[in-house]
Nanobody
């Protein structure tokens, strides 16, 4: 079993920054890919940023240039540094881990961008 726990969400004013963290635990013994997804009310879950086991990153068009994904492979943690946040960035942010043919998700952390 693999468990993911996200943290770092909250309320931030437009233009502000937040750093999300995701800690993975469980039976992980090989390369993993990890990522962050966002689900806004009434919308489908969408990719924000992803990072492979070789630290190759991928960003959505809206996140590129404002967000940065990073990982600590030794600790199976992934981070999302978000800057210049706007109301459209709001939603529940989910951490995803792909490992050994499996796909694992965290419970999500809420990000609210409002003045």
């Amino acid at each position: 079993q693999v468990q993911l726990v996200e943290s770092g969400g909250g309320l931030v004013q437009p233009g502000g920054s937040l750093r999300l963290s995701c800690a993975a635990s469980g039976n992980i013994y090989g390369p993993v890919a990890m990522g962050w997804y966002r689900q806004a009310p009434g919308k489908e879950r969408e990719l924000v940023a992803a990072i492979t086991s070789r630290n190759i990153t991928n960003y959505s068009d809206s996140a590129r240039g404002r967000f940065a994904i990073s990982r600590d492979g030794d600790k199976n943690m992934v981070y999302l540094q978000m800057s210049s946040l706007q109301p459209d960035d709001a939603g529940v942010y989910y951490c995803r881990l792909a490992y050994g043919g499996g796909d694992y998700w965290g419970q999500g952390t809420q990000v609210t961008v409002s003045s």
